[in-house]
């Protein structure tokens, strides 16, 4: 399966992170508990996240349901996005309207901001994740990474372009499932977040 990390300010505040490491807010904290009692009675063979610590203050709530260490990789760490990373959308659009532009056309040979392009980083998603599959065939692996890895996932799953426009949801702390077979990945459940029902941005975490 795969997770998006909590909540963190700067989701809130739509600034974009990339690699900049943040941590979780309050609600994302109580978010991640959440998910946890949600899997608490799911076998999991293992579980994986991104190095960044939002991504990781995630997967440790879900391991430690199950008594399991998590597993980092830095290769599940969202899009470089380079000078982009702390800036919000508006802040983007009005310091550099053309490169602006070329991101909302998912240009997939971009450098978004001096970043990565949209085909490097579907293929490092991609990858990493095919590598973590092959190493527990038959297994049910947690991997808690970020929007942009998840996207890339979906994409690939559906037969989706990298260019076609985004139209399903990458909610926070949600459990996405997918199937890795030798022929690729299909996709059997997205974006389930009942198990945040009733939670608010005043909510936090005991």
Same mark, same amino acid.
């Given at each position: 399966m795969l997770i !998006?990390?909590?909540? &963190?300010?700067?989701?809130?505040?739509? #600034?974009?992170? $990339?690699?900049?490491?943040?941590p979780l807010s309050p609600l994302g904290l109580s978010q991640a508990r959440r998910l946890a009692q949600a899997l608490a009675d799911e076998p999991l063979d293992a579980v994986y996240a991104s190095d960044l610590t939002r991504?990781?203050?995630?997967?440790?709530?879900?391991?430690?349901?199950?008594? !399991?260490?998590?597993? &980092?990789d830095a290769a599940l760490r969202? #899009?470089?996005? $380079?000078?982009?990373?702390?800036?919000?959308?508006?802040?983007?659009n009005e310091r550099y309207p053309d490169e602006a532009l070329r991101w909302r056309r998912r240009d997939p040979?971009?450098?978004?901001?001096?970043?990565e392009s949209l085909q490097a980083f579907s293929a490092r998603c991609h990858t990493a994740v095919k590598r973590i599959c092959d190493s527990h065939p038959g297994?049910?692996?947690a991997?808690?990474?970020?929007?942009?890895?998840?996207?890339?996932l979906y994409r690939a799953a559906t037969r989706v372009t990298l260019q076609a426009p985004r139209s399903w949801q990458l909610g926070n702390a949600s459990i996405n499932r997918l199937l890795a077979t030798s022929e690729g990945f299909s996709l059997i459940g997205w974006n389930d977040d009942r198990h945040l029902a009733g939670l608010g941005a005043d909510d936090i975490a005991a």
């Open positions: !998006r990390h909590g909540e &963190t300010l700067w989701n809130r505040a739509t #600034r974009i992170q $990339g690699h900049t490491d943040i991504a990781l203050q995630t997967a440790e709530a879900v391991a430690q349901a199950h008594g !399991r260490k998590v597993v &980092t969202e #899009r470089a996005f $380079g000078r982009f990373e702390g800036l919000s959308w508006d802040e983007i040979d971009h450098p978004v901001g001096g970043g297994g049910n692996i991997v808690v990474a970020h929007g942009g890895v998840l996207d890339c």
